[in-house]
T-cell receptor
Framework: QQPVQSPQAVILREGEDAVINCSSS?????VHWYRQKHGEAPVFLMI?????EQKGHEKISASFNEKKQQSSLYLTASQLSYSGTYFC????????????FGKGTSLLVTP | EAQVTQNPRYLITVTGKKLTVTCSQN?????MSWYRQDPGLGLRQIYY???????DKGDVPEGYKVSRKEKRNFPLILESPSPNQTSLYFC????????????FGQGTRLTVV
C-alpha cells in the first residue's frame, strides 16, 4: 500500500521554500524521507518515529503527525543541489520489513 | 565500506531468456528487498525477505522469484522475462525494526526486447 505524496512536481527558484506532503490510509509507525538524483540510488535524509517527532537536516526538516497519519518535508531557502525526486517511505509497525514508498515528488530548483 | 552491491548495472536481454540480478550487502542486515522503479509509479516492492529462508511477496511479484540462502545475498530471478519487466531495479537492506534506515544498491537498468 503506497503512501500518497503531494504535490507531484514543484519548480522553485533558488532561495524559495517548499513543502512536500506524505499521507497514509493506515496507522504509521515511522516515516522515512529519501532524495534521488536522476538514475541514481535513493539517498536517506531522515526518519521520524511516531510520537509527533520533528527532525532537521541542515535546511531540510520534517514533521510527523501520528493522528493524521501524515508527514511533511520542509525545504527552506532551497539550493540548486536540492533538485531531485523526493520519496517518503512508511513502516506500519515496529517489525518493519520492507518500506512502502510513495510515487515521489519531483523538485526542480532553478537559478 | 558499508554497501549494497548489485550486478549487473545495465542489462539488455531478449524475451524469455532467464536472468538473475545479484544483490549483496556487507552490513549483516536482516531485511532485504527488491523494488522496481517506473516513471510516475515510484518505487514498488517486488519481494522482501525478513531473514535467511524467509521471503514474502510485495506489491508486484508476478514474473519474479527470489531466494535467500545466505544472509548477505538476495538475488532476483526472472525466469522468462517479458518487455513489461523493462525497468530500473533497486535492492535495499536494513536492520530489523520499523525505524531503521534502508540502504540501496546502485540500481540495475534492465531492458527486455
Amino acid at each position: 500500500q503506497q503512501p500518497v505524496q503531494s504535490p507531484q512536481a514543484v519548480i522553485l527558484r533558488e532561495g524559495e521554500d517548499a513543502v512536500i506532503n506524505c499521507s497514509s490510509s493506515k496507522a504509521l509507525y515511522s516515516v522515512h524521507w529519501y532524495r534521488q538524483k536522476h538514475g541514481e540510488a535513493p539517498v536517506f535524509l531522515m526518519i521520524l518515529l511516531k510520537g509527533g517527532e520533528q527532525k532537521g537536516h541542515e535546511k531540510i526538516s520534517a514533521s510527523f503527525n501520528e493522528k493524521k497519519q501524515q508527514s511533511s518535508l520542509y525545504l527552506t531557502a532551497s539550493q540548486l543541489s536540492y533538485s531531485g525526486t523526493y520519496f517518503c517511505g512508511t513502516d506500519y509497525s515496529n517489525s518493519g520489513y520492507a518500506l512502502n514508498f510513495g510515487k515521489g515528488t519531483s523538485l526542480l530548483v532553478t537559478p | 565500506e558499508a554497501q549494497v552491491t548489485q550486478n549487473p548495472r545495465y542489462l539488455i536481454t531478449v524475451t524469455g531468456k532467464k536472468l538473475t540480478v545479484t544483490c549483496s550487502q556487507n552490513m549483516n542486515h536482516e531485511y532485504m528487498s527488491w523494488y522496481r522503479q517506473d516513471p510516475g509509479l515510484g518505487l514498488r516492492q517486488i519481494y522482501y525477505s525478513m531473514n535467511v529462508e524467509v521471503t514474502d511477496k510485495g506489491d508486484v511479484p508476478e514474473g519474479y522469484k527470489v531466494s535467500r540462502k545466505e544472509k548477505r545475498n538476495f538475488p532476483l530471478i526472472l525466469e522468462s522475462p517479458s518487455p513489461n519487466q523493462t525497468s530500473l531495479y533497486f535492492c535495499a537492506s536494513r536492520l530489523k525494526g520499523g525505524g531503521t534506515e534502508a540502504f540501496f544498491g546502485q540500481g540495475t537498468r534492465l531492458t527486455v526486447v
